[in-house]
């Protein structure tokens, strides 16, 4: 059965890297038969001046019908002169609701070749290799009421609520759970139960489940605030980190530091299997549109690349190849590969199309 | 006019380092005339135990009437057996609050001394020189609605929220600024206007409070999850750094790995002035009670030190005598005192009382 992945560029440097990523995905459909048919799609900023709304029918349908999309990045200098209600339309949130991809996955590993353009001594990072499963469709991002209140006295209140169910606290506890089991067996579940209702809730969830369903694995609770220290002060200490939506949000950035660019990063957002076995995924490098070097070719790949092999991984159910994948990254890099955010000065620098190339060199060499 | 000190050691380490911290400011009463009347109170898990409650009512009484407390840590590992209601009598989020304490000054600091030890490379962190403004008194520490409910279906759904006013926000962001102004002028402010309306709120009355006031600062603001991941790309690129209480508990966590230990970190916390100028102020080190190595005298006294230092700036009102204790743990440090939390392996390892001691010697030296 062939996979319907729908491409959506998007603004900024989305497409740069998103052509890239499909580039080497059509290198493992030429090369290593696997079945995955490619269409793109417009929406966002690119998609309002073409043709007045942000998210045009036809592409909500074939975001709801795909089997994965391959996200390149939303939001652009202009978004100012787009509607709010264009805005949403064509958001991130929105399609990460409408999918229910409820599990965030966000790898961070220190690669060895970037030892020297870490922010980091070799000696903190060498060997880290974590995983963010961040919780994606509550939270703090969704929680109602929200919004902005005139108080009796005329003047103005800002409102957000952080609210999260036991059932959504137990589906994502239960999948990081099963993750860790895949991996070093340990999970980090992360939380502000000293100062949030929400978050004793969230503990009391994660701690039931584990012991009922999970008990082989070393589970182990940490405050928030703890958790960013212990991210750059040792960060190997990690294997799986469960988490709600916004502390997600800055954790997988602060881990992002280990590289010393999010350029680096990818991203998995899956859904409840259904009656198949089947989970509605979406893939997107984590760095954004990145206005400012947009256009320019100089972009970082990688991150993108590195979300097409966790498609391998996981829509394609490869995991052999999204391995090859991987590996094929981490030669590129052993070879002096560098694009501007992850080289030193005075290094040689390559474009986002060059970098993308030595990755596929080490794939047809491997 | 001696100024009243209330000294509150609290439980785990806190003793331990708030006598050395009194210590210290012992010295600055006898030899610089700074004056002080320091006066220690009982409250937290030892009072619970020696009269059956947290926060007796003289205790209570003294903190509110006081110049400035001296804060050691709370919570401790029997902090379980202490019924809920008793807990929050004693919190540090009560005496926050009571005090309305809300402009936390969060200073963080690479100290030369100390480049080998922290897991950044030299090269990332020389010369970050920045300070948190967190709002502590608001956000999502105090919002209501908050708790955890039952909802239709029997299962539990957990609740907090976070709001800001437009006067809450004012006046942080008016102390920030004003903060800017006698440093480098430059104002970061943190938030998620793109997600959270509270935080778009946010943005719009900082905007508008340094457009009206504070035209001469530079002002630029940043997303959370960037601010995150810039504080372990570039550090230095940072002066002051505004945000709310959430965000503000996980980035000063998040820039205490800059030192590798939070050891090093002190607070003040301040109020607004009353009509003679003053300003109610709560002093404490960043680090908890750390029960796991309280009572053996290895507890790193600095952050309750240099806490000691912001109180000769803020309530003594000495900048001078500040900048002479800040100067004095530098040559501690230089002269190679380290507790157990910041030495290299293999360099020699000083107690708590030993390392106030290497202070308190380059004071007399000074
Ligand atoms: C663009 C923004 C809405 C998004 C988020 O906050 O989730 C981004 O920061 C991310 O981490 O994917
Ligand atoms: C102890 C805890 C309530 C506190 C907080 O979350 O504010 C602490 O982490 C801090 O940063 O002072």
Redesign the pocket.
Known sequence: MTLDIVVLPGDGVGPEVTDEAVRVLDWFVAKRGVPLRMTRHLFGSASWTAQGTTMPDETWAAIMAADALLFGAVGSLDQKQIPAEERRKGSLLRMRKGLDVFANLRPVRAWPALAESSPFKARTVAGADLIFVRELTAGMYFGTPRGIETQADGTRRGVNTHTYTEAEIARVARFALGLARTRRNHLTSVD?A??MEAGALWREVVTAIHAAEFPDVTLEHM?A??CALQLGRAPTRFDVIVTDNLFGDLLSDCAGAINGSLGMLPSAALSAPDANGRRRALYEPIHGSAPDIAGKGIANPLGAILSAALLLRWTAQAPAEADRLEAAVEAALAGGARTADIALPGEPVLSTRAMADAVIAALDAA
Chains 1, 2 share one sequence.
């Open positions: 502000k000293n100062v405050l605030d703890n």
